[in-house]
């Protein structure tokens, strides 16, 4: 593991001095080499959250990066969404999870839990209160005193695996294996202290055949066997259960201080498998040599970038941030006996050779989780496509909301973006033409489109793309909700289909697209000034009220959706009537006070109220359509507005709390807008070769990039106060643009900035100085 020396000088912590100048100076020090990142990071961020207002709607992932399994603890109940919420104050057990959001929910869910004295093993009776002042939170690591039983119970995670210790008082002691509902089966093998089984609980997106079997291996010999069946019904000195709903139970006696360890390891292939997977990944490893092995791979990952900064407070959440974007795509593959790497398809139940990941929703994730892959972890990311080629070979389409299959859920063709950004950064795909010829079947194929339970499954293909390769736009009266969000994100996602084909060659197909992506002006209405609603016959909807959420747009309403023109912004500026107007536009937004129109779902939905409470007027940060916007002041030479407003969000929407985030934290998309936005620039068009100039946080940034080089972003006089870009040099030359683009990060240097508390309206306010517009790219 990389030794962690002089990543960060604070001016509070006095007592290690950085360098001999900085000890005579007494002006700034570092952090001990005994602290790592990971002590940074607040795995809790989010998690103080209900179905009435999300801060985050996390929970705990205990888990290793992008790992097949994540552990967590369960406050709730089975089958709850919100597994872990902050203010409860008893947990039921330690579950296995692959949830990626609660609206999702989870798939594949067993649990452990350790009781005392008299058996209890129901989900109610058996529940331990517990107190976050005796519970000890950390992506490699979790532990937690049930005070009921008097017992610690710990875990740490592998990608497939994860080793527990509970430590027992002096009594009758029992660890309970839940296997959960929807299908389950336990198995204890006493001889060789096993329970192994099978749980088939999910959601969705599986296919008739789908398991998740798993091994638990125990370093104590079982003096108690006990299973449960449907409706809890207690089956003593039994070794077996098959049901709808099963448990195995294993008792002993303990000593005080006693610890009882249980490696525990899972797969989606075969019993076999799981075992594999467990000698592999934990074998005769202790737990502390587990726990050091999962703490060096956060480490690894968390130090490709490293920060400087006199404000814990925002070390701690950008790492924070930083750990929920290295969770989501979880990797669904496994390695054979002979390593190679196979997979079970959630899309046809074969065992097949190759990469697989899942559990994202490219709605969220297109916008900046993908784009910061291709930045900083490209071999990824090449995986990652592979497995895209794969679900398209498997199922016929690619995935926009995978757990673990296809699911029916938010709307757009967002795959595009995220294989036409990944080629265009140069990241190695393989199957470019098959993906290419996926990316074009979901624009413009509306057939055979596949079935979740006898429903057509909305996220896979285009919704209404007969009417929009038509018309140029999804009509508002044809009987299809949320008509305007999609007709915008389809004319972006054909940006990006036409921006691959070109680098491809393709010159035709590159031109159809790029005329199709100009349907965003069907639905520009120079009467209000926002996006609106099209009718079959050409005329608006009427009445329209911008301030109506849902109805036309999704989870938003157009004065959200009006800036999802991220390929075209100057063609924007140009409809709205030039640059001073759109500022007006973007200013509004702001300005305005937080009134909404709530009747298309007949309630308040978290994200109108998370709008409504952060007093940043009708801006919406906690949702994703609008996360873009503040940038697009760079657009009209305007960007001041823009780093006044980045800092503003940064600093008061985000903290390393259970309250953190100010809305959904959806795959990491959430974090990954702090960590590019802290970091100064953000990736407003994904397959651009650019990204936006906003406000950077940190005195000093250091990207370790995978080619070997490294990138700093430098402002020395950064600080509260001081958020204005006053001039800007990249590698020592003077640099007045308001973006800076991806080569110029990749090829390695400096972009160093001089902040000021005064705006400096001049900065990057040339022509030239503006991002890319594809309006202006064709007049050139």
């Not at 305007?638 to 100010?662: F, H, M, N, W």
Request: hydrophobic fraction near 35%; glycine fraction near 6%; aromatic fraction near 14%.
């Amino acid at each position: 593991m990389k030794t962690v020396k002089y990543l960060f000088c604070v001016l509070f912590l006095s007592m290690f001095s950085c360098n001999q100048e900085a000890e005579k100076e007494n002006t700034s020090n570092i952090i001990s080499e005994s602290e790592s990142l990971v002590d940074f990071v607040n795995p809790l961020m989010g998690t103080d959250s209900s179905f009435d207002l999300s801060n985050g709607n996390t929970y705990p992932a205990i888990a290793t990066p992008w790992g097949m399994n994540f552990w967590t603890p369960m406050t709730s109940k089975m089958g709850d969404g919100w597994t872990y919420k902050y203010d409860e104050n008893r947990i039921r057990g330690i579950k296995q999870t692959h949830q990626p959001s609660p609206w999702i929910n989870d798939y594949a869910a067993f649990s452990l839990m350790a009781v005392t004295g008299d058996l209890k093993y129901q989900e109610d009776e058996r529940q331990s209160w517990f107190s976050h002042k005796a519970e000890t939170v950390k992506p490699h690591h979790y532990s937690v005193y049930l005070a009921d039983y008097d017992v610690t119970a710990e875990v740490t995670p592998t990608e497939r695996a994860a080793h527990f210790k509970f430590t027992f008082p002096d009594n009758q002691s029992y660890i309970l294996l839940d296997a959960f509902f929807k299908g389950s089966m336990v198995k204890i093998i006493p001889e060789e202290r096993k329970i192994i089984g099978y749980c088939r609980n999910n959601k969705g997106g599986v296919p008739e055949n789908f398991h998740n079997y798993f091994v638990a291996e125990f370093d104590k010999d079982f003096e108690v066997t006990h299973t449960w069946g449907d409706n809890w019904k207690l089956s003593k000195n039994s070794k077996e259960n098959k049901g709808e709903h099963v448990g195995a139970i294993v008792g002993f006696k303990t000593k005080r201080g006693e610890a009882v360890h249980v490696k525990v390891a899972s797969s989606f292939i075969s019993l076999e498998q799981a075992e594999l997977n467990l000698n592999r990944e934990i074998g005769t490893d202790t737990f502390d040599a587990t726990r050091a092995k999962a703490k060096a791979s956060w480490e690894t990952e968390l130090n490709k970038i490293t920060v400087e900064d006199d404000n814990m407070d925002n070390i701690r959440t950008f790492y924070s941030c930083l750990y929920r974007v290295l969770l989501f795509p979880r990797k669904l593959h496994e390695l054979d006996k002979d390593n190679n790497v196979v997979h079970y398809s959630p899309y046809n139940g074969e065992v097949l050779p190759g990469y697989m990941f899942t559990d994202n929703g490219f709605w969220d994730t297109f916008r900046a989780v993908f784009p910061f892959f291709n930045m900083v972890y490209p071999e990824l990311n090449s995986q990652i496509m592979g497995g895209l080629a794969n679900t398209y070979k498997e199922s016929g389409w690619l995935p926009e909301w995978a757990s673990p299959g296809h699911r029916d859920c938010m709307i757009g063709s967002n795959s595009s973006p995220i294989i036409s950004d990944a080629f265009l950064k140069g990241v190695d795909v393989e199957n470019v033409d098959l993906l290419l010829e996926a990316m074009i079947k979901n624009a413009t194929t509306a057939e055979n489109r596949p079935l979740s339970n006898g429903n057509v499954i909305k996220s896979v293909g285009r919704e209404g793309i007969d009417y929009y390769n038509k018309l140029g736009y999804v009509p508002y009266d044809v009987g299809i909700n949320e008509n305007a969000a999609r007709t915008l994100e389809y004319a972006y996602a054909d940006f990006t289909i036409a921006q691959m084909a070109k680098k491809l060659g393709k010159e035709d197909l590159a031109n159809t697209f790029y005329k199709r992506s100009l349907n965003y002006k069907h639905l520009f209405d120079s009467e209000t000034g926002w996006m609106r609603g099209k009718n079959e016959d050409g005329s608006f909807q009427s009445p329209f009220n911008p301030l109506k959420w849902g109805d036309a747009f999704t989870e938003g309403n157009s004065l959200h959706y009006t800036w999802s023109v991220f390929h075209d912004v100057n063609g924007l500026i140009d409809v709205m009537g030039g640059k001073e107007a759109f500022v007006n536009q973007l200013d509004a937004v702001f300005n305005m006070p937080p009134d909404f129109d709530n009747s298309y779902y007949g309630f308040t939905i978290h994200e109108i109220r998370e709008m409504q409470i952060m007093n940043m007027g009708n801006y919406a940060h906690g949702n994703q359509p609008i996360q873009h916007m503040i940038y697009l002041y760079n657009y009209a030479n305007a960007s001041y507005k823009t780093q006044e407003k980045i800092r503003e969000v940064l600093t008061k929407l985000y903290t390393p709390t259970p309250d953190g985030y100010c809305g959904d934290e959806d795959n990491g998309q959430t974090s990954a807008w702090y960590v590019f936005s802290a970091l100064g620039f953000y990736p407003v068009t994904p397959a651009v070769n650019e990204y936006v100039i906003g406000s950077p946080l940190f005195k000093k940034a250091t990207i370790h990039l995978e080619n070997g080089k490294t990138f700093q972003i430098s402002a020395p006089n950064n600080s509260k106060e001081n958020v204005y870009i006053q001039s800007g040099t990249l590698n020592s030359k003077a640099y007045n643009k308001s973006f800076i683009t991806f080569d110029a990060i990749q090829n390695g240097g400096e972009l160093y900035f001089e902040m000021d508390s005064i705006p400096n309206k001049n900065w990057a306010n040339d022509a030239d100085s503006v991002p890319y517009s594809l309006s202006s790219n064709l007049k050139q």
